[in-house]
């Protein structure tokens, strides 16, 4: 058996509650905060809009530069930046030279900060010009919140409006004190929201400059959603969301059903994700995933048309998976709908009726999307050992692709539009992924193998599985095109895919054995096109 320990200094008699100094940007419940302060003798000074907030409410208020005998300058740039602040936060109780230095220049300790940051992350969210962003950073905030979370044995921190009750209740019950396990959870806290505020600023930096990969890298987001376990239920779990207008998954309003899981969370953003290749096409698009794959995507008139098309590629793996729409879902389609077990249904709205029919499941988790979908964008993450792997996330488009006929046959019009929509899915898919696709819907995915040729062999016995449970006379891989989300190494599986009934393929190229896999293709009568760009997904 593995033991550990953790040397934490033991309990300590902390300092009652006199004195506090306010600067908050967002005055949520502060009035009411600070009454209960006064109330229990507490002094309070603050700092501009919140000093006036104070003073307007007809509490006592000392104002900052009263206190450090200079007055607010540079627009308010510089107002706590001062060792009457400074000192008052760091000195060390306990310490001899600390209390002597005080008396000495006349300074008086604080033992509590309440502090939130000038609004960083909703300024940059709403779009706000270049010198605006940059005048919403905050100095002072950060560097007093520090200051007072290193000093947690004898103050107090509190940089969230949610946290004010069990301040003044902890003070009511143990005549002004806070105890220590509050005050390191809450230097905890303050330490982690200057951090993440720090990140939300380089990142901004990284955007305007176009330089998301530097020599630093800084991650940090606020709670969202506190989940009741991770992948398994032996793991820990929470949703945050990063800086920046928030859209996808974290931006959805769950109307009904259960509380969203970790696996939930994952899999409708690999849906939203997927949909989002749609964005630009005028047709309705459906999009059905299973732990993190694709298992049924398609195109067409309406929505009706595009979940039956979706569905009928893999019914099997469609139980119990996410479903994502970009059209508007009606009584007719939540009927169908709710015949299947759905963990979850992401749609940019419902009608009224049909919201009564999905109502009528009570567990099914309902998500309506916050604005248009948008393709991805921005950095992606992936923790390993020590470190963190970080690449600008895959905005590549077939659309922008010049795509390269190599075979003596071209592609019909129609085999051109499916090698497009089957590359689009691909992209999505698990490496090493096989998307079989015919009449603007996936017919079989193979996803996730060692061997391109096995994902192409499962992505058949896919489709025959689901023309065996529909009835149909032949699997719709027949007639169908295929794409693959890296080159052919070897001729074996694109003669697969030929044996299937296929007759094109879209794939990048880029193999030593391009020749010999083309001379297949020829032999097989099969229309190929290249890329040239790759879509590896881990």
């Given at each position: ?16 509650i ?7 940007s967002?005055?949520?419940d ?19 809009g919140?000093?006036?907030a ?45 209390r002597?230095?005080?008396?000495a ?44 979370a290193?000093?947690?044995?004898d ?28 005050r ?5 806290k303050?330490?982690?929201?200057t ?10 930096f990284?955007?305007?400059?176009d330089?998301?990969?530097?020599d ?39 109307i009904?059903?259960?509380e ?20 630009d ?14 298992c ?21 793996s ?28 992401v ?6 009726e ?13 998500l309506l ?5 948008l ?41 051109l ?7 689009r899915?691909?992209k ?16 079989g ?13 499962i ?11 529909a ?6 891989v ?13 001729a ?12 094109a ?8 054995k391009?020749?010999?896999v083309?001379r297949a ?18």
């Open positions: 058996m593995r033991v550990t320990s953790t040397i934490i200094p033991g309990p300590i008699m902390s300092q009652p006199h004195r506090a100094l306010l600067s908050v967002d005055k949520t502060l009035i009411a905060f600070a009454r209960g302060l006064v109330s229990r003798g507490v002094e309070l000074v603050s700092t501009g919140t000093s006036k104070l003073a307007e409410a007809g509490l006592p208020v000392t104002d900052v530069s009263s206190v450090t005998g200079f007055p607010e300058i540079m627009d308010g740039r510089v107002k706590t930046l001062h060792p009457k602040i400074h000192g008052g936060l760091l000195a060390v109780r306990s310490n001899e030279s600390h002597a230095a005080l008396l220049q006349d300074i008086a300790p604080f033992e509590l900060l309440v502090v939130n940051l000038y609004p960083f992350e909703a300024t940059v969210a709403r779009g706000a010009e270049w010198n605006d962003v940059i005048e919403n950073i905050d100095v002072g905030g950060p560097a007093m919140i520090r200051a007072a290193k000093n947690h044995d103050l107090t921190v509190i940089v969230d409006p949610a946290d004010y009750a069990q301040i003044l209740a902890e003070m009511t019950a143990d005549e002004n004190r806070t105890s220590d396990a509050t390191r959870k809450l230097a905890c303050a330490f982690a929201r951090a993440s505020y720090d990140a939300a600023i380089s990142r901004w990284s955007a305007q400059l330089e998301p990969l530097g630093y890298f800084a991650i940090g987001g606020s709670i969202l959603q506190e989940l009741r376990y991770g992948e398994n239920p032996h793991q820990k779990a929470a949703l945050y969301a990063t800086p920046g207008k928030r859209q996808g998954v974290t931006a959805a309003r769950q009904q059903g259960k969203l899981s970790y696996n939930n969370i994952n899999d409708t953003d690999a849906a939203l994700e997927c949909l989002g290749e749609f964005a096409l005028a047709s309705a698009a459906c999009v059905i995933v299973k732990h993190a794959n694709p049924g995507v398609a195109i067409a008139g309406t929505a009706i048309e595009a979940y039956r098309k979706a569905l009928a590629c893999d019914p099997v469609a139980f119990g998976g996410i479903i994502a729409f970009n059209r508007q879902i009606d009584a007719v389609l939540a009927r169908e709908i709710t015949e299947l077990f759905t963990e979850v249904i749609a940019p709205s419902v009608d009224e049909a919201l009564a029919i999905i109502g009528a499941k009570k567990n099914l988790r309902l999307l916050a604005g248009p979908l393709k991805s964008n921005g950095v992606a993450l992936k923790s390993v050992g020590g470190g963190i792997l970080v690449q600008t996330r895959d905005d590549a488009s077939v659309d922008d692709m010049d795509l390269k006929v190599v075979t003596k046959r071209p592609p019909t019009s129609q085999e539009e499916d090698l497009r929509f089957a590359f899915v691909a999505h898919v698990k490496s090493n992924a096989i998307v079989y696709a015919k009449d603007g819907a996936t017919v995915i193979g996803a996730g193998q060692m061997s391109r040729v096995d994902s192409a062999r992505a058949v016995r896919k489709s025959e599985d689901a023309a065996k449970a009835g149909a006379a032949a699997a719709a027949q007639g169908s095109v295929v794409a693959s989300d890296a080159f052919f190494p070897f074996d599986g694109l003669l697969q895919a030929a044996e299937a009934g296929a007759t393929v879209i794939q990048p190229g880029g193999s030593i391009d020749a010999d083309i293709a020829d032999e097989a009568g099969l229309a190929m096109v290249f890329t040239g760009v790759r879509h590896f997904r881990h």
